[in-house]
């Protein structure tokens, strides 16, 4: 069903006579189902005191300096010039507006949910005004009975990319206007960056920003249809994203790539991009846009990988790339599409937290130990790269190149991840990657999630900060070691370490101070290397342990103390 949803969306972007690239239906115009009660009763009388600080218009706009940014005024004595629709339109509410031009690509929250005392309506468009223009809009956010007026706004998770203008409006809803505060902060850490890797190609296609229209690459939904040619291996490197018309409708720029196949074999493409990348692999058919057949598809969130792998037959195909959704992405955005999988050795990663679940305020942090090994028969030089992903998109935070492993060998590193003050209550994901960083290849992957909530810690880190980290393996170890374990003295758990210098088996018990074995942790053949086994205490009392590893040829012990 969604292959033929996909489908009906390409025909007929290639059967419109129009040259744009891939526009939006319009949804606007939608039947209220009911109409929301104006707050009853209210006088709205200036305070003499308050600076009426936004602007009248966006000519007069106030600039924003610098983020975190926070105001307060008052919407009376100004005029209503402006509004928006979510859901609600038709507003003769007096505005105000603010202006603010980032110098790098970040993400904000926008509230004026703390000290304003009416109905307010929020909106944000990017460097000019069209009614339906708007890039996030909201009306009610905030309804509650705890807040000082019943309705007022919020607008999250607003991308803004660096030399663009915003326009932020501070509006009402029906006719209402008073005082507001408002507070704008940076909301989480900007998206990872797709670096163009060495050897690949660049896409050449001209920024899609307003009013773009699609003459180089963009298929069959150009005119005339037009595509950049590709061979199997190839990497590209270009750009996309989302972009609004000169008529103010919401586009994507989609790029189309022509690949020749001489003999049937299994290809896999794959790409990542700035932006939720659409993949879509075609049979291009008579190459007329006449009679071409999809094939299949992925998708991918921000700075993930969509990968498509299929058998492939002698003939023309057409790669499809471009985001999947329709706004909130700004061109031009960067992505890698790869003509061909790259060979990656393979490795395996884990990410085990200190204690779960995790709940962290505003500038904590929480522990975790972080094991890389590589489970093959031959050397390998791997890289481990860890973000965080937060309202469906990954942010890429700290990268670990070059950890070389012998085989069967594996490494461990307690690490220590700082949360920034402006992180937004919510649930994350902890993800970490190992393979090619550079050409943002994945071969294993590990994640848990930690929740960030509560008061912001006073004298709290002000960035996502990652202490700790992987160092490359030592050559094979030449004896036994049980290394320790960690934290010591704990509660109620703690993680053993121990190294072996051959494949060998083992077995790893827990004694109390009596002799009396308490605990069997492992009892497996492994691999040579390092190895870890957490030991769950919460059950046992308080006093001296002792851990003991065998091994068919020796045996070692060491002294652990558990307090509660």
Known sequence: MAMAIIGASLQAEANSASVQPDAKPNLCAVAKAQVKPVNPGRINIPDPNVILQGGDTFATAINIPALPYSDFGTTVGYVDDYDAECPYDNSTSPDVVYKYTPSANTMVNITLCYNSDYDTKLYVHENYYVFGGHIACNDDACSSPSYPAPYVSMVENVS???????????????????????????????????????????????????????????????????????NEGDIICGTSGTFLSNSGLQYRDTDWYQLE?????????????????????????????????????????????????????????????????????????????????????????????????????????????GTVSNPTANPIVTDVWVGVKYSGNFYQLHSFPNI????????????????????????????????????????????????????RLEGGVSDWILDGGFESAPE?????????????????????????????????????????????????????????????????????YFCKLSTPKESKALRMVLLK
Request: negative net charge; contains cysteine; proline residues 8%.
């Open 404 to 455: 070389a492993l012998n085989p069967g060998q594996s490494i461990n590193a307690h690490l220590n991840q700082y949360v920034p003050g402006y992180a937004p209550d919510g649930i994350y994901a902890y993800v970490a990657y190992c393979g090619d960083y550079a050409n943002l290849v994945k071969c294993d992957s590990a994640s848990f999630d930690f929740s960030v909530s509560g008061g």
């Open 261 to 369: 196949v001489n003999a049937a074999h299994e290809m896999t493409f794959k790409a990542v991009g700035e932006f939720p990348v659409q993949l879509i692999l075609i049979d291009a058919g008579s190459v007329n846009c006449s009679d071409y057949n999809l094939i299949t598809w992925a998708m991918a969130d921000v700075c993930d990988t969509a990968s498509i792998t299929y058998q492939v037959f002698p003939g023309t195909w057409w790669v499809w790339i471009g985001p999947s959704v329709f706004e909130g992405y700004d061109c031009p955005l960067d992505y890698i599409l790869w003509m061909g999988e790259a060979s990656v050795p393979c490795c395996h990663v884990s990410m085990i937290p200190d204690t779960y679940p995790i709940t962290v305020p505003p500038g904590g942090s929480f522990g975790l130990t």
């Open 160 to 230: 803004m990319s660096a030399g663009n203008t915003y326009y932020i409006t501070v509006d009402g809803y029906g006719s209402s206007a008073g005082a507001y505060t408002l507070d704008i902060v940076m909301c989480c850490p900007p998206p990872c960056p797709v670096d163009c890797p060495p050897g690949a190609i660049l896409e050449g296609e001209p920024d899609c920003g307003t009013g773009y229209v699609d003459h180089f690459n963009g298929g069959c939904g150009s005119n005339p249809v037009v595509f950049s040619y590709v």
């Open 476 to 544: 094979l170890p030449l004896e036994l070691a049980l290394m320790g374990n960690y934290p010591n003295p704990f509660n109620a758990t703690t993680t053993i370490t121990f190294i072996l210098p051959e494949r060998m088996s083992a077995s790893v018990e827990i004694f109390n101070l009596l002799g009396e074995r308490v605990a069997v942790l492992a009892d497996d053949l492994f691999n040579a290397g390092s190895h870890n086994v957490t030991w769950d205490a919460s059950s046992y009392s308080s006093g001296v």
